[in-house]
């Protein structure tokens, strides 16, 4: 079993910077892989990055160049800097670990942005 918790939403203003957080706990040696995942209202749940347990990762192309996705295996934290932020990027962000075929998830937290 793992556990999600996220951190670091909020509102802020076009062109500005929040980082996310997701603290893992459990089974934490077993995750593969990790991710960050959003949904916006009326709209499917979409990857936004994802992060291999040795580091590399991947991005949505939305998000290319202006995220950056990392992880500390030692405190098992996941982040999510997010800079020059627009207002589609507004939506409740999630993460995401994966153990083998076992799938978990965070409880969410809340990114606004405002043009």
């Known amino acids: 079993q793992v556990q999600l918790v996220e951190s670091g939403g909020g509102l802020v203003q076009a062109g500005g910077s929040l980082r996310l957080s997701c603290a893992a706990s459990?089974?934490?040696?077993?995750?593969?892989?990790m991710g960050w995942y959003r949904q916006a209202p009326g709209k499917q749940r979409e990857l936004v990055a994802g992060?291999?347990?040795?580091?590399?990762?991947s991005y949505a192309d939305s998000v290319k160049g202006r995220f950056t996705i990392s992880r500390d295996n030692t405190k098992n934290i996941l982040y999510l800097q997010m800079n020059s932020l627009k207002p589609e990027d507004t939506a409740v962000y999630f993460c995401?670990?994966?153990?083998?075929?076992?799938?978990?998830w965070g409880q969410g937290t809340q990114v606004t942005v405002s043009s």
């Open positions: 992060i291999m347990s040795g580091g590399s990762s």
């Open positions: 459990g089974s934490t040696s077993s995750i593969n892989v």
């Open positions: 995401n670990a994966r153990v083998a075929i076992w799938t978990y």
